[in-house]
């Protein structure tokens, strides 16, 4: 799977945010967010750029940094 996943997992378990409270944000199942985290789907462009987006309400930091390790490092 991609590498969305297991970026997110590192910055939620980092910062504290759970994948219930990040669910509720993005209006979806925690099960999605699980199923990213876990590798066993990854999320569509869409979907990086709503997580972007829930993370800086949360913590602009936390998005910061996800931004960073997922795309930043790949340049």
Known sequence: ???AGSV???V???????????????NI????VYR???EVRA??????IDIIRVLKKL?????RIFVEKYVLDEL
């Open 43 to 48: 999320p569509n462009s869409e979907t990086v």
């Open 8 to 10: 997110l997992k590192e």
């Open 59 to 63: 913590n602009s930091e936390v998005a």
């Open 12 to 26: 939620l378990d980092d910062y504290d945010i759970s994948q219930t409270q990040l669910a509720g944000k993005l």
């Open 29 to 32: 199942g925690r099960s999605n």
């Open 36 to 38: 990213w985290v876990n």
């Open 1 to 3: 799977m991609g590498k």
